[in-house]
Nanobody, 124 residues
Framework: QVHVAESGGGLVQAGDSLRLSCKTS????????LGWFRQPPGKEREFVAA????????YYADSVKGRFTISRDNAKRIVALQMNNLKPEDTAIYFC?????????????????WGQGTQVTVSS
């Protein structure tokens, strides 16, 4: 069983930065994909960013490209999401998720393991 747990959410002002972390249990297969999703108030959960467990590729939603950076530290089993220049529309519950690839990295329904989420609130 794979476990993922997010941390690092909070209340910030527009233009500020925030770093989310996702701690995973040991992932024994090379083709895991780790993703960040978010669910704004009253809306559906949407893709934010993804990174494979091995390899250098990263993937982003258009709405966060150039502002957010996903990275991983396999030795520490951490996937981080660095969020810069935050906007009020980034307000959401942010979820970390994992799935066995290869599958479309932005397909919410293909992710098998989810964390509980961490709240990010950006005030204007």
């Amino acid at each position: 069983q794979v476990h993922v747990a997010e941390s690092g959410g909070g209340l910030v002002q527009a233009g500020d930065s925030l770093r989310l972390s996702c701690k995973t249990s040991e992932l024994t297969f090379r083709n895991y994909i780790l993703g960040w999703f978010r669910q704004p108030p009253g809306k559906e959960r949407e893709f934010v960013a993804a990174i494979p467990l091995h390899g250098s590729s990263t993937y982003y939603a258009d709405s966060v490209k150039g502002r957010f950076t996903i990275s991983r530290d396999n030795a520490k089993r951490i996937v981080a999401l660095q969020m810069n220049n935050l906007k009020p529309e980034d307000t959401a519950i942010y979820f970390c998720a994992a799935m066995l690839g290869p599958k479309p990295y932005d397909s919410r329904d293909d992710y098998d393991y989810w964390g509980q989420g961490t709240q990010v609130t950006v005030s204007s």
